[in-house]
């Protein structure tokens, strides 16, 4: 019989990929979602009132976590903030308290996204999953969310936690909007340019997370990036390449980047040069380890 699985966070970027991927391995998917859909797979809850139908557990093996409000598409007000890191670790201890009022449930595992944001702005230190939680609201969100995550030891779950950096897609995400000005012909580096960009190409990232649920050895923290991040400048410059575009040597200057995001700055000048020994060495191929090779993929005509 075909495993079952059931993702939170289904309709974004990564829940769509990854659940055509499943579903072309074999997997019978359940979701939860906000609002009930024509698809007698998709389930109902309500984070806020903490609310969920439990029947989405039904014959599941399996729990994959995605769910969470986007971190820089708004102003970081207080309300904000609070919004971000409730839709984190509030609908971790909804899906928690469920599944414990469930007699004889099925799930064994769970495999949840965290963000390479953990690790705070670190320079030019190289990050393994070792290395010790940042500074800022990006790196006290992360860990308030993996502090919920792991609350599922206490299920029995085997927890494994993906700390994503930018997932490189053509269809929503990061990659769009740092296009846009590649292709308006005013590609330049943003800050210093020497900020490191972990970056993830989008068939990775779903791959890694099946890995995470076939791989019974998979357990905690990995760097969930290409083995090969790179600066700012050379992100900019390869997009730009790959685009036909121009890529400018004046850089556009933290102040003038600060006057349009305020204090989500820190989201986007962010320098995390994250190791990815960890997910190789629990046997994970990659299918694209070069920028220049995932763009020629991303673009293709």
Known sequence: ???????????????????????NKGYKINTLSRKKSSNPNSYVWDVEKQQIDPKAFDEVCAIIHLAGEAVADKKWTPERKKQIIDSRVKSTELLYKTLSSIPNHQVKAIISSSAVGYYGDCGDEILTEESENGYGFLAECCKLWEQAVDEGKKLSLRVVKLRTGIVLSTKGGALPQMALPVKLFAGSALGTGKQWIPWLHIDDMAEMYIHGLENLQTQGAYNAC????????????????????????????????????????????????????????????????????AFRDLYKV
């Open 1 to 23: 019989m075909a495993k079952k699985i059931l993702i939170t966070g289904a309709t974004g970027l990564v829940g769509k990929a990854l659940q055509e991927h499943l579903i």
């Open 226 to 293: 290409a083995p090969f991040p790179v600066t700012n400048s050379t992100f900019t410059k390869a997009l730009a390449n790959q685009l036909h575009r121009p890529f400018w040597p004046i850089k556009t200057p933290k102040k003038a980047i600060e006057l349009l995001m305020g204090e989500r700055v820190e989201a986007v000048l962010m320098s995390n040069n994250t190791s990815a020994q960890k997910i190789l060495d629990s046997g994970f191929k990659f299918k694209f380890t070069h920028l220049d090779d």
